[in-house]
Every structure is written in C-alpha cells, then in structure tokens.
C-alpha cells in the first residue's frame, strides 16, 4: 500500500483544523457531535458480529472492537481534562499511552457493550457540562506535557468532535474492509 493511501486510511477525514475564531455555532455543532457520537456508533454497529469488529480499518491499524473501547477511554479522559480545566488554574494533565492501553485485558478481551455504556452515560453528562459553559469558562486552559502546549477547552471541544468523527468513520472503514487488513 502506497504511502498516501496508507495516510488516507489513518486519517479519512483529515487532521483537526482549529477555526481562527470559534465562533458559537462551531460550537454548537461540536457539542452536538460529541452527544450524538454513541447512538452512531450503536447505529453503525448494531448488527455487527464479532468477527467483523475483529477486522481492522488499516493494515497494522486497530480493529474496530479496540477503537470503541479507546473511544471510551479517550473521552474518559478528556472529560476528567474539561473538570480540571473548569476547577484548577491551567492544570498540567496527565498523558497517557493510547497504544499500550488498546492492548491491555479490558480491550483484547471484552466486547463493546461496556464500553458503548460508559459512551452513552459519559456524553450525556459530558454534552451537559459544555452547554453549560460560559465565555470565561470557554477560554480556560490546561497543559498538555506532550504538546509543550495549552488548549483552551472551547478548543478542545472542537478536538473532541473531530475524535468522535475520525474515530466513526475508522469503525466504518473496518467493517467495510471485509478482514483484508487482518
């Protein structure tokens, strides 16, 4: 596979691109895909058996099973970063490694359904607590150590809905891909 069709693959719907001025309806409409995130991927993957969410989205990539449990994890994460960002004064966060956690015993050996649970009640409580948010409460930040960088979290509301639908069409590139990247 050529490098670009590799790159294609890894990132369907491109890199996150911050507006210059995040206006109230980027807002909206991230908000809006952060809640709706878990009903499309029950949707997506309903009648889904296991073997087909064992198929990965590209080769060396993870499967779709992996990506529903790292979607849950991820976003555990990210809402404790809202909390910390909300509460404390520019909160060094705590990074973690993504690839090492998709391969500990509560991916490899579980099926979705937990963690389809943890979505469901994580972006219900989450979309809440951002339509909540104030303009000073929007330009809050943390440090991320990764990055050397501060993200605001209106910033980071935009970064997530960009996760959750990075992360969608990666699920629906698996179960299209029939097993040939396995």
Not at 59 to 67: A, F, K, V
């Amino acid at each position: 596979m050529s490098p670009d069709a590799l790159a294609q693959l890894r990132f369907p719907i491109g890199a996150f691109n911050k507006p210059p001025a995040i206006t109230a309806i980027h807002l909206s409409d991230w908000v809006q895909a952060i809640e709706d995130f878990p009903s499309l991927v029950r949707k997506l993957l309903g009648s889904a058996n296991d073997e087909m969410l064992s198929w990965p989205y590209r080769p060396d990539g993870w499967n779709t099973n992996q990506l529903v449990h790292h979607c849950a994890d991820s976003h555990m994460n990210s809402f404790i970063r809202f909390k910390l960002s909300l509460t404390e004064d520019k909160p060094i966060i705590k990074p973690y490694n993504e690839a090492e956690w998709a391969m500990l015993p509560d991916v490899e050996g579980m099926k979705i359904d937990a963690s389809m649970l943890i979505l469901e009640g994580l972006h219900a409580r989450w979309t809440t607590l951002l339509r909540s948010l104030t303009e000073h409460d929007l330009k809050k930040v943390f440090l991320h150590p990764e990055h050397s960088k501060e993200f605001s979290v209106e910033e980071n509301i935009g970064v997530y809905a960009w996760h959750c639908n990075h992360h969608l069409v990666h699920m629906k590139l698996g179960l299209n891909s029939s097993g040939k990247y396995a």
